[in-house]
């Protein structure tokens, strides 16, 4: 097949509802249940990449059941549930379009289904396992039905691996099926230990994908779920060259022009991040203007929000700036209940001022205004304190920062209540603010030792603890601080090893060659500073803005007001 284009939808559509010359014909046991319906709304010239699932059903649906699939590869719930729906609605007894409905709902690489989408799931689930079908198209039903199962008893975690055990048979069972392969990978992924990082299950689904990418170099779920297993230090050298691929498979995609970015920013690539964003950011907001939505995409907030980390690893606070006060006004985003929506709000204010070491910006930050209740969010609204608290702490105001220690830990345990496997990392991530605020206070107090011993406490969990997915990295690396720390209590060679342990997991991040720069620099290692310093004007040369760190650096080596 070629090209998944907008155009095959149409003509395939077009087909499959006049081929013999009638309408759609809706199943009327789907008339209760409460399914995206409409025309797709699709930008730029609606390529999707390429991939041909052999268990489509009528022969005149296929162009819009594979597009319908494409669609879910790329992480277009809403049109592939829609796409579904017409095939349905074509051929209602075609069980694997329910099947796609009931996958466009889980969302697996996700936050988890709400309530309504569950019992939506089941209810189409429901109604195909009343359809005739093969074994193999049973197969697919039983596996995705697995996790849909008693949801109101069983928790998430536990039916994501039901489904993930039911997909590793379909896939040995069915060797040669491509899309039993990427869904099991897929399945892999969803179910991997979000906190720590021995990344078993990536390493698992990267294998697999990759033993099929070089044959099928178009599928856009090969390369998204490739670059899905690879987003961690460890393993993201494998995943570049499928990175700089996957945009150009699905060009009419907003996730697949951001995703390659974080393959970009675990390896500190900072210029094709700000590529890819921007692009992602010019289709989400197509996307938005198109299906008329009443709040902001949550696709264009997730692509400012790297952005603003690339541009500030830049040393680019101008251009950084300029992305901020494109949501600063914003109040409605849709969906609401996806962490990707919500994240930027707090982490970009909480960005520009710690990155920027501008202790009075942070301390004065204030929570962004939506419509809707931060108790939703507590993780998210711990970045904002956890700002505020660094910003008072640098600036003597220690009874915020006790307040805001309070405000953590409330909500650290309101995030523990919540009973939610797939929030363990937000937990941890919570757990280390507050013992980095608790850190900084001792040290501030003049309690050095307790100050150091609480720091090395924080930058031990951060060290075995998982970056979250939808984050470009934490608004500031515990490992940083700690340097920053060292060097404070004049131990240079000390912040010097912490500086270089930090850019192997965080390659050239602004704050980390500087900081070991100073440090280099203060054990009188010039060549070693010269290096770092010399680091800093390469990364910073298409800056818009100059930092006061890149004319010390600059001073250093000799260019001083030259250009570089």
Known sequence: MNSLKLIALVFGLLLC?????????????????????GDLLLCGDGQFGELKFSLSCNYETREAFDLAVALLHSFQYNESEK???????????????????????????????????????????????????????????????????NWETIDHQTRAKRFENKMEQIHLKYSEDIEAAIFYS?????????????????????????????????????????????????????????????????????HAQHMPSHIFTRLGIWEESIESNLLSAESSKCYTESAALTGTYFEELHAIDYLVYAYLQNGDNANAELQYNQIK????????NITAAIYPLTAIPARLALENKDWKRAANLKLHEMNLSWKQFPWQEAIH?????LGAVNTSDFN??????????????????????????QIKLVEIQIKTTQAWLSFRKNDLKKGLALMQEATEIERHTSKHPVTPGDVLPTIELLGNMLLEMNKPKEALLVFEENLKDRPNRFNGIYGAAIAAKQIGNNEKATLYFKQLIELTKYSNNERPEIAEAKTFVGIKNQSV
């Open 17 to 37: 509802f006049n081929c013999k010359n009638k309408t759609p014909n809706p199943n009327p046991a789907l008339a209760s249940i409460d399914l995206q319906r």
């Open 83 to 149: 796409a579904f729906v017409k095939v349905i609605d074509a051929d209602p007894n075609c069980p694997m379009a329910y099947w796609g409905v009931a996958m466009s709902i889980y969302h697996a690489a996700w936050f988890p289904p709400t309530k309504e989408d569950l019992l939506k799931g089941s209810s189409v689930l429901k109604i195909a396992k009343t359809l005739s079908m093969d074994d193999k198209q049973r197969d697919y039903i039983n596996a995705i039905d697995a996790f849909y199962t």
């Open 186 to 254: 897929l399945a892999l992924f969803s179910t991997r230990d979000r906190v720590g990082k021995d990344f078993i299950n990536e390493r698992k689904a990267g294998k697999i994908l990759e033993g099929l990418f070089k044959e099928n170099p178009n599928h856009p779920g090969i390369a998204h779920y490739i670059i899905h297993n690879y987003d961690n230090p460890v393993l993201a050298q494998k995943g570049l060259e499928t990175a700089r691929r996957y945009a150009s498979i699905a060009p009419s995609s907003a």
């Open 329 to 336: 006004e914003k109040r409605t985003f849709h969906p609401t």
């Open 385 to 389: 304190h956890f700002a505020i608290a």
């Open 400 to 425: 915020t920062v006790e307040e805001k220690i309070e405000v953590l830990k409330n909500l650290h345990q309101n995030l523990i209540a919540l009973n939610d496997k797939t929030k363990s990392i």
